[in-house]
């Protein structure tokens, strides 16, 4: 008998031929970077069921902690504070930092996604790969599937790590599925938003736009109550939230991100068989008919590169600036009541005075980040070929180069004013104490030359070693906030807490303001500077 197949059958058939091949290509290819963040999310959990203990020694040294996490700014910071008002230890992992997994987990997602679809599409890459055999859907479906693969790795990941860190098992599964499942919505979400936009940066920003706009709902819905509001529901950060691991342990939340990332993955299809190859829905607006004078020159063209990473850094730490500075209030009613083990982590006997130096130092962190996602910026012009337009111009390599630099140099100083400011103007309107304004911004400028020595590393590497500067530079922020995160809590050796620039500031407003290391720190960063000015100038282009 001859089985003979139907038209529609072998048209999906040809639809998604070469699916496989392209989804063994794309896990080779993200064979570093998705176990680093998978592994990332396990070494969370187990940095909170480390630190939280030696913190609170007992839970019942929980109750003091936990009712921060129970006030409005709390629960804008963190969630619907499910089983506080009885805190233990898998509570206050789960309503305390379940939050922040499901931003990790959206942004590995949306980083993923715009990476094998826009991003191949933009740079022309899948042009060449559909010319063989193919299909249309091949790549999309190849991204989906990674991307299902990676989200169900990390919540066993993170289930995993949560039970072998003494957590019930039933809410530590519970847990990691929520994070699995709030994964794949973003997914969802970056696969739209790949279909709609015509590069990969507006496709990356219009989803952290969602995601952005998703954590605002989230608050909003949050503050008002313990337990969340009807808002809550609609931010795809609460749905898992709303499963309450290790208080009430309930699944049927989940089944909301899995029909929301259903029908948005349908919605990338239909999407993607309107339009046209290398198009995007929306279309590109149309540009100025003649350009700024100020775009003829390097450090003017520099800028307007920079100017998307620059404004999303920029909102993204003035926000975190807004909420920690509103939490101020909040620490100075807990006063002597927080565990001793708490005030050892702020570094002061005075809470305020020591949550206000946290909260700088932990703005100095993103800042770094920041700074080093600026110098990698010219790595990428460069191996895009967009560099070699601007050399075939009479620029010098170095004003090239050194444009970049003077950008993501003057960056870091701006992002850290602005933070320190907008902390010290939220801690002043709920203190009344109009002086920490000041306080703030000397806070955070303080931390300059530290990060700056973060950047200059990136900065040399990128002159000398461009092939090193991506691990070497992320490596070096990891660092930085190891061993601030951990240093006192685990006692790390001298040695290894003198690696991060910042561990040898003094940590305003706990102490005062000490100006050798500063200016010490200051000449490395030139130093390392220098050395990245040299070396662009004696390597080749795009190697």
Same mark, same amino acid.
């Not at 233990?88 to 942004?107: K, N, P, Q, V």
């Not at 702020?346 to 305020?352: E, I, N, T």
């Given at each position: 008998?001859?089985?003979?197949?139907? #038209?529609?059958?072998?048209?999906?058939?040809?639809?998604?031929?070469?699916?496989?091949?392209?989804?063994?290509?794309?896990?080779?290819?993200?064979?570093?970077?998705?176990?680093?963040?998978?592994?990332?999310?396990?070494?969370?959990?187990?940095?909170?069921?480390?630190?939280?203990?030696?913190? /609170?020694?007992?839970?019942?040294?929980?109750?003091?902690?936990?009712?921060?996490?129970?006030?409005?700014?709390?629960?804008?910071?963190?969630?619907?504070?499910?089983?506080?008002?009885? #805190?233990? %230890?898998?509570?206050?992992?789960?309503?305390?930092?379940?939050?922040?997994?499901?931003?990790?987990?959206?942004?590995?997602?949306?980083?993923?996604?715009?990476?094998?679809?826009?991003?191949?599409?933009?740079?022309?890459?899948?042009? *060449?790969?559909?010319?063989?055999?193919?299909?249309?859907?091949?790549?999309?479906?190849?991204?989906?599937?990674?991307?299902? !693969?990676?989200?169900?790795?990390?919540?066993?990941?993170?289930?995993?790590?949560?039970? $072998?860190?003494?957590?019930?098992?039933?809410?530590?599964?519970?847990?990691?599925?929520?994070?699995?499942?709030? &994964?794949?919505?973003?997914?969802?979400?970056?696969?739209?938003? /790949?279909?709609?936009?015509?590069? +990969?940066?507006?496709?990356?920003?219009?989803?952290?736009?969602?995601?952005?706009?998703?954590?605002?709902?989230?608050?909003?819905?949050?503050?008002?109550?313990?337990?969340?509001? $009807?808002?809550?529901?609609?931010?795809?950060? +609460?749905?898992?939230?709303?499963?309450?691991?290790?208080?009430?342990?309930?699944?049927?939340?989940?089944?909301?991100?899995?029909?929301?990332?259903?029908?948005?993955?349908?919605?990338?299809?239909?999407?993607?068989?309107?339009?046209?190859?290398?198009?995007?829905?929306?279309?590109?607006?149309?540009?100025?008919?003649?350009? +700024?004078?100020?775009?003829?020159?390097?450090?003017?063209?520099?800028?307007?590169?920079?100017?998307?990473?620059?404004?999303?850094?920029?909102?993204?730490?003035?926000?975190?600036?807004?909420?920690?500075? $509103?939490?101020?209030?909040?620490?100075?009613?807990?006063?002597?009541?927080?565990?001793?083990?708490?005030?050892?982590?702020? &570094?002061?006997? $005075?809470?305020?005075?020591? %949550?206000?130096?946290?909260?700088?130092?932990?703005?100095?962190?993103?800042?770094?980040? %920041?700074?080093?996602? /600026?110098?990698?910026?010219?790595?990428?012009?460069? *191996?895009?070929?967009?560099?070699?337009?601007?050399?075939?111009? @009479?620029?010098?390599?170095?004003?090239?180069?050194?444009?970049?630099?003077?950008?993501?140099?003057?960056?870091?100083?701006?992002?850290?004013?602005?933070?320190?400011?907008?902390?010290?103007?939220?801690? /002043?309107?709920?203190?009344?104490?109009?002086?920490?304004?000041?306080?703030?911004?000397?806070?955070? *400028?303080?931390?300059? #030359?530290?990060?700056?020595?973060?950047?200059?590393?990136?900065?040399?590497?990128?002159?000398?070693?461009?092939?090193?500067?991506? @691990?070497?530079?992320?490596?070096?922020?990891? !660092?930085?906030?190891?061993?601030?995160?951990? &240093?006192? *809590?685990?006692?790390? @050796?001298?040695?290894?807490?003198?690696?991060?620039?910042?561990?040898?500031?003094?940590?305003? #407003?706990?102490?005062?303001?000490?100006?050798?290391?500063?200016?010490?720190?200051?000449?490395?960063?030139?130093?390392?500077?220098?050395?990245?000015?040299?070396?662009?100038?004696?390597?080749?282009?795009?190697?």
């Amino acid at each position: 008998m001859t089985v003979v197949a139907s #038209p529609t059958t072998g048209r999906a058939t040809r639809a998604l031929a070469g699916t496989g091949t392209l989804l063994a290509f794309q896990a080779r290819r993200d064979r570093v970077k998705l176990p680093v963040w998978v592994g990332g999310l396990g070494l969370f959990v187990a940095y909170v069921s480390t630190a939280v203990p030696q913190i /609170a020694p007992q839970e019942s040294d929980l109750e003091t902690t936990a009712v921060l996490f129970r006030l409005p700014v709390g629960r804008m910071l963190t969630g619907p504070a499910y089983g506080l008002e009885a #805190p233990t %230890y898998e509570r206050f992992f789960a309503s305390g930092y379940g939050l922040y997994f499901g931003i990790i987990a959206a942004l590995m997602n949306i980083m993923l996604v715009v990476r094998h679809t826009r991003l191949e599409e933009q740079t022309g890459r899948s042009e *060449l790969v559909r010319a063989g055999a193919v299909g249309r859907y091949a790549g999309l479906t190849a991204t989906l599937l990674l991307a299902v !693969v990676t989200n169900v790795l990390a919540a066993l990941v993170v289930s995993g790590a949560a039970v $072998a860190s003494g957590y019930l098992a039933a809410g530590a599964w519970l847990f990691g599925a929520g994070v699995g499942a709030g &994964g794949l919505t973003f997914a969802g979400i970056a696969a739209v938003a /790949a279909q709609v936009s015509t590069s +990969a940066r507006a496709a990356a920003g219009l989803s952290g736009a969602v995601l952005g706009a998703a954590f605002l709902v989230r608050a909003g819905g949050d503050t008002p109550r313990e337990g969340g509001t $009807a808002l809550s529901w609609f931010s795809p950060l +609460a749905w898992a939230q709303q499963t309450a691991p290790f208080v009430l342990d309930r699944w049927w939340p989940l089944a909301i991100p899995c029909a929301v990332a259903a029908v948005l993955v349908a919605l990338a299809y239909v999407l993607q068989a309107r339009r046209d190859h290398g198009a995007g829905v929306l279309g590109e607006r149309r540009g100025r008919a003649e350009a +700024a004078w100020w775009l003829g020159t390097p450090l003017g063209l520099a800028f307007r590169l920079q100017r998307g990473n620059l404004l999303g850094w920029g909102a993204g730490l003035v926000l975190a600036g807004v909420v920690d500075g $509103a939490f101020a209030q909040a620490m100075i009613d807990a006063g002597d009541s927080l565990p001793e083990a708490f005030r050892d982590v702020l &570094g002061a006997d $005075a809470v305020l005075d020591g %949550y206000l130096a946290f909260i700088a130092l932990f703005v100095g962190y993103l800042a770094a980040a %920041y700074g080093v996602s /600026a110098v990698l910026l010219v790595r990428t012009e460069e *191996l895009r070929g967009r560099a070699d337009t601007v050399l075939a111009t @009479p620029t010098s390599r170095q004003a090239w180069f050194g444009a970049h630099v003077v950008v993501a140099v003057l960056g870091v100083v701006v992002l850290l004013l602005l933070a320190g400011a907008a902390a010290g103007l939220a801690a /002043a309107a709920v203190t009344g104490q109009a002086a920490l304004v000041g306080t703030m911004v000397a806070a955070h *400028l303080n931390l300059v #030359p530290g990060v700056l020595v973060v950047v200059a590393l990136a900065v040399a590497l990128a002159g000398v070693a461009p092939r090193l500067v991506a @691990p070497v530079a992320w490596s070096a922020v990891g !660092v930085v906030v190891f061993v601030g995160n951990f &240093g006192s *809590l685990l006692e790390l @050796p001298e040695a290894l807490v003198a690696l991060s620039p910042l561990s040898h500031l003094a940590q305003l #407003p706990v102490e005062s303001f000490a100006l050798v290391p500063a200016l010490v720190l200051l000449l490395l960063a030139a130093g390392g500077i220098a050395v990245g000015l040299w070396g662009v100038r004696r390597r080749e282009i795009n190697r």
